[in-house]
């Protein structure tokens, strides 16, 4: 069973950064695929990146493409998502998930498991 915990979300003015992180449990982290995903209130679950097990493949949501990076350090058993040029339509809580396999996982895949989120607001 792997275990998700997010951190790093906060308050940030339009135009800041954030880094998030999301640390997991168990050995075997480099065998799943990582994606984060968003959800404001109202809205639907949005997927914002995903990356492979081995952080060579990397993919992005069109809105957030360009502002936001998607790494992670195996060694570590944690996934990031730096974001920059924050907007405020960026507010949402933004959960990570992970998938077995080592491939990318899109916004269509079905992931296995989630973390209980961290809420990022950008103030106007």
């Known amino acids: 069973q792997v275990q998700l915990v997010e951190s790093g979300g906060g308050l940030v003015q339009a135009g800041g950064s954030l880094r998030l992180s999301c640390a997991a449990s168990?050995?075997?982290?480099?065998?799943?695929?990582m994606g984060w995903f968003r959800q404001a209130p109202g809205k639907e679950r949005e997927f914002v990146a995903g990356i492979s097990g081995s952080g060579r493949n990397t993919g992005y949501g069109d809105s957030v493409k360009g502002r936001f990076t998607i790494t992670r350090d195996n060694a570590k058993n944690t996934v990031y998502l730096q974001m920059n040029s924050l907007k405020p339509e960026d507010t949402a809580v933004y959960s990570c998930a992970g998938k077995r396999g080592t491939s990318y996982a899109g916004p269509g895949s079905r992931y296995d498991h989630w973390g209980q989120g961290t809420q990022v607001t950008v103030s106007s």
């Open positions: 168990g050995r075997t982290f480099s065998n799943y695929a």
